[in-house]
T-cell receptor, first 111, second 113 residues
Framework: DAKTTQPPSMDCAEGRAANLPCNHSTISGNEYVYWYRQIHSQGPQYIIHGLKNNETNEMASLIITEDRKSSTLILPHATLRDTAVYYCIVRAEGGSYIPTFGRGTSLIVHP | DVKVTQSSRYLVKRTGEKVFLECVQDMDHENMFWYRQDPGLGLRLIYFSYDVKMKEKGDIPEGYSVSREKKERFSLILESASTNQTSMYLC????????????FGPGTRLLVL
């Protein structure tokens, strides 16, 4: 799996958009970009994933650059409950690839 | 709703004890995983299984074993617990094949005294 690089920490004001970047410059054509988050003392929670088109669901939006070397997870209106560690991972479809979680970005949403 | 459950949220054991951590998923997933998570180290894969009775070592299998007798259940065994196995243990499952979404359990926080 391609390696990802994320800033170790970010903060955001409640109600504002949180934009979490991820670099994956070695991504291959068949690798998806996945985002998970982990709230303190809980298991990781799936958020969203995409291949090359931008994606949106009830939790977040995923913007992938045209060259697919980076992406941004957007939480449009961050709340205090969005405080968590956010993991960006890239994984290939098919085969028996095991996802590798890096250290993620610790997002703190403050009042 | 997808569900992965783990037998205990918190566990305290003594050095040398045999410890069983149980994980059950109700999604008929083929793949199941055991990770441990420690501060500053992220999630590290211990073992995974892609079918009943099949298992593969992850990055840090030493001191652990696993059992997958039924599709829905994946057990992690610490044969002789040691203090350096104090950690948060996370179980996950996913459908067959790579690149599939993983679903995680709530985690078991194990303290070995």
């Amino acid at each position: 799996d391609a390696k990802t690089t994320q800033p170790p920490s970010m903060d955001c004001a409640e109600g504002r958009a949180a934009n979490l970047p991820c670099n994956h410059s070695t991504i291959s054509g068949n690798e998806y970009v996945y985002w998970y988050r982990q709230i303190h003392s809980q298991g990781p929670q799936y958020i969203i994933h995409g291949l090359k088109n931008n994606e949106t669901n009830e939790m977040a939006s995923l913007i992938i650059t045209e060259d697919r070397k980076s992406s941004t997870l957007i939480l449009p209106h961050a709340t205090l409950r969005d405080t968590a560690v956010y993991y960006c991972i890239v994984r290939a479809e098919g085969g028996s690839y095991i996802p590798t979680f890096g250290r993620g970005t610790s997002l703190i949403v403050h009042p | 709703d997808v569900k992965v459950t783990q037998s205990s949220r918190y566990l305290v054991k003594r050095t040398g004890e045999k410890v069983f951590l149980e994980c059950v998923q109700d999604m008929d997933h083929e793949n199941m995983f055991w990770y441990r998570q420690d501060p500053g180290l992220g999630l590290r894969l211990i073992y995974f299984s892609y079918d009943v009775k099949m298992k593969e070592k992850g990055d840090i299998p030493e001191g652990y074993s696993v059992s997958r007798e039924k599709k829905e259940r994946f057990s992690l065994i610490l044969e002789s617990a040691s203090t350096n196995q104090t950690s948060m243990y996370l179980c996950a499952s996913s459908p067959l094949g790579g690149g599939k979404t993983q679903y995680f359990g709530p985690g078991t926080r194990l303290l070995v005294l």
